[in-house]
């Protein structure tokens, strides 16, 4: 069931929303529901390194390319 949410945005990000819809074609509904997803995806996703890097890092992974490297 989807459920309705509400916010309230100064005039600046109204009007970037706005600007964003129109060149991708979206509804606002989807532009604001796409960035909220992205969003806590991003939070996710920084969470999941920050728990990983210092398992990487014992493990002799210092940088992205020592990561790279091996799943190559």
Do not use: W
């Not at 960035?35 to 991003?42: D, H, M, S, W, Y």
């Amino acid at each position: 069931m989807n459920k309705t949410i509400s916010f309230q945005a100064d005039e600046t990000l109204e009007l970037s929303v706005e600007r964003e819809c129109r060149l991708s074609g979206e509804t606002r509904d989807e532009f604001i529901k796409d960035a909220i997803e992205r969003q806590l995806l991003l939070n996710a996703f920084e969470r999941a390194r920050e728990l990983l890097v210092p398992i990487g890092k014992t493990l002799g992974y210092h940088t992205d390319e020592d990561v790279f490297r091996d799943l190559a």
